[in-house]
Antibody, heavy 118, light 110 residues
Framework: QVQLQESGPGLVKPSETLSLTCTVSGGSISSYYWSWIRQPPGKGLEWIGYVYYSGSTNYNPSLKSRVTISVDTSKNQISLKLSSVTAADTAVYYC????????????WGQGTLVTVSS | SYVLTQPPSVSVAPGKTARITCGGNNIGSKSVHWYQQKPGQAPVLVIYYDSDRPSGIPERFSGSNSGNTATLTISRVEAGDEADYYCQVWDSSSDHPNWVFGGGTKLTVL
């Protein structure tokens, strides 16, 4: 069973870039799509974007100008970068397998809380 | 952009049937996925492609989708089913295809 684990700084200053990594274990990231989803405290889910192991991507139009998702097949990792963050970007960030061509997200990582504050 | 509407809360007694709806314009033409999220945990897929159930999900969980409403049905509700439930669709109708989630429904077991 594939397992996903998010990691990265829990605190980011306003206007800076949020950077997170998702490490996949129990399987290869090759031949699959991988998504990032976030959830502000006490609120609902928002899809950020997905990446294919080849590097092709698709982003949420509302975040597209600030988001970069990439893969490192040698490390079995997926990365998320979100630039020019504000307090509104404070959320639990999840990585998950899937998201392409109507496919659901399964499984998910446990998530990591990122707070944007000075 | 496409909007999915869920009731904020649903309450049900143990052993009864809970129905959680997800409304959207002609949602019956889309594939709907459902997730369960317990406090402090990541979401878990409980129904995919309207009515398919992943391995490990009890048969008490079922789904349907027609017209403008998709429904997640939980039969013989147990205390452990208390959670937030989210529906999800892929909106390919606009110039910018996008995954859309409903606002979530908190299921309370009385």
């Amino acid at each position: 069973q594939v397992q996903l684990q998010e990691s990265g700084p829990g605190l980011v200053k306003p206007s800076e870039t949020l950077s997170l990594t998702c490490t996949v274990s129990g399987g290869s990231i090759s031949s699959y799509y991988w998504s990032w989803i976030r959830q502000p405290p006490g609120k609902g889910l928002e899809w950020i974007g997905y990446v294919y192991y080849s590097g092709s991507t698709n982003y949420n139009p509302s975040l597209k100008s600030r988001v970069t998702i990439s893969v490192d097949t040698s490390k079995n990792q997926i990365s998320l970068k979100l630039s020019s963050v504000t307090a509104a970007d404070t959320a639990v960030y999840y990585c998950a397998s899937g998201g392409y061509n109507w496919n659901p997200f399964d499984p998910w990582g446990q998530g990591t809380l990122v707070t944007v504050s000075s | 952009s496409y909007v999915l509407t869920q009731p904020p809360s649903v309450s049900v007694a143990p052993g009864k049937t809970a129905r959680i709806t997800c409304g959207g314009n002609n949602i019956g033409s889309k594939s709907v996925h459902w997730y369960q999220q317990k406090p402090g945990q990541a979401p878990v897929l409980v129904i995919y492609y309207d009515s398919d159930r992943p391995s490990g999900i009890p048969e008490r969980f079922s789904g349907s989708n027609s017209g403008n409403t998709a429904t997640l049905t939980i039969s013989r509700v147990e205390a452990g089913d208390e959670a937030d439930y989210y529906c999800q669709v892929w909106d390919s109708s606009s110039d910018h295809p996008n995954w859309v989630f409903g606002g979530g429904t908190k299921l309370t077991v009385l």
